[in-house]
């Protein structure tokens, strides 16, 4: 199974340059992908740089014929005549999708800090190995308290579908709502996470779970042992940021560490100003 994550920044390159056909080619040189997970997908923002207020979801899915598109809104403002102007993850997936959540992620506010609605959009693909929890997400860039409060909400969903999976209730007459496959404890959570591979918030992420749920692991360092994180920002020329470092990461449940055979970045397309990260886990049956 292969999956690729990426801040396409609304299409928008390292040339201030919004260009889907970029985009798109970028992902289809990188390999033949199973799910794709891009953050910062607008529709109807014209205020964006480069952007024609698109919707960049329709786009996306029409050069993706065969997989599935499923959005989660986290910024959702009015625009002119009713049409509302949307920003956030899109998860598109060539697999059957048992079930799909949209998480809205915590948002205090921090004096003197701007902020955003951020989402965490999961979903529940059939793999010939089982089901996966497949989560993507987009932190908070300016607030590190934010960004804590987001990853501890991660952390309580990942516990919320490990206590799903083991206290599977069963035997009564339920209306069909109720009948929604069992949510699995094996988990993907991907995205751009803004906070450096040293991090403290993001040493949280991974620390174990007092509820005997698996716990997370950087990707990365499973196939890449003792070499630092490829940097995913800071390349190509782009105005921000004004260094190089890593924000985008693969973590993945601890019963599938022996489960990954590669993570890759690209480093070399200026077509974001983030670069595509690729994952690869062998889950045959």
């Known amino acids: 199974m292969r999956l690729l994550s990426w801040n396409i920044q609304w299409g928008c390159g390292c040339d201030g340059r919004v260009s889907f056909p970029r985009i798109v080619d970028v992902i289809r040189r990188m390999g033949d992908f199973d799910v794709v997970c891009l953050q910062e997908v607008a ?33 959702d403002l009015a625009g002119e005549r009713a049409a509302r ?28 800090r701007p902020s955003m609605p951020r989402v965490a959009l999961e979903a529940v693909v059939a793999t010939d190995g089982g089901a996966l929890r497949v989560t993507t997400t987009h932190l908070e860039y300016y607030s590190r308290a934010q960004r804590e409060a987001q990853i501890g909400q991660l952390r309580t969903l990942h516990e919320e579908a490990f206590s ?15 009948h929604g496959p069992q949510r699995p404890v094996s988990s993907v959570y991907c995205g751009d996470f803004n906070c450096e591979s040293d991090a403290e918030e993001l040493r ?25 994180n490829e940097f995913t920002v800071g390349l190509n020329g782009c105005a921000w940021p004004d260094r190089t470092y890593c924000c985008d990461y693969f973590f993945v449940s601890e019963d599938l560490r022996d489960r990954v055979r590669s993570v890759a970045v690209d480093q070399e397309t200026a077509a974001s100003d983030h670069q595509p990260i690729a994952l690869e886990l062998a889950l045959e049956g």
Do not use: K, M
């Not at 102007?85 to 899109?90: A, M, Q, V, W, Y």
């Not at 174990?208 to 890449?224: M, N, R, T, Y």
């Open 43 to 75: 529709v109807n923002h014209p205020g964006l740089a480069g952007s024609a207020g698109e919707d960049q979801v329709a786009i996306l899915a029409a050069a993706f014929p065969g997989y599935s598109a499923h959005y989660a809104i986290a910024s």
């Open 85 to 112: 102007r949307c920003f956030g993850n899109l998860l598109l997936s060539r697999l059957p999708v048992q079930q799909v959540f949209r998480h809205s992620l915590p948002q205090q506010a921090e004096r003197g």
């Open 164 to 178: 799903q999976a083991t206290n599977l209730v069963t035997g009564y007459d339920l209306d069909p709502p109720f």
């Open 204 to 228: 949280r992420l991974v620390q174990p779970f007092l509820s005997g749920a698996p716990s997370l692991v950087d990707a990365w360092s499973v196939a890449h042992p003792g070499v630092a």
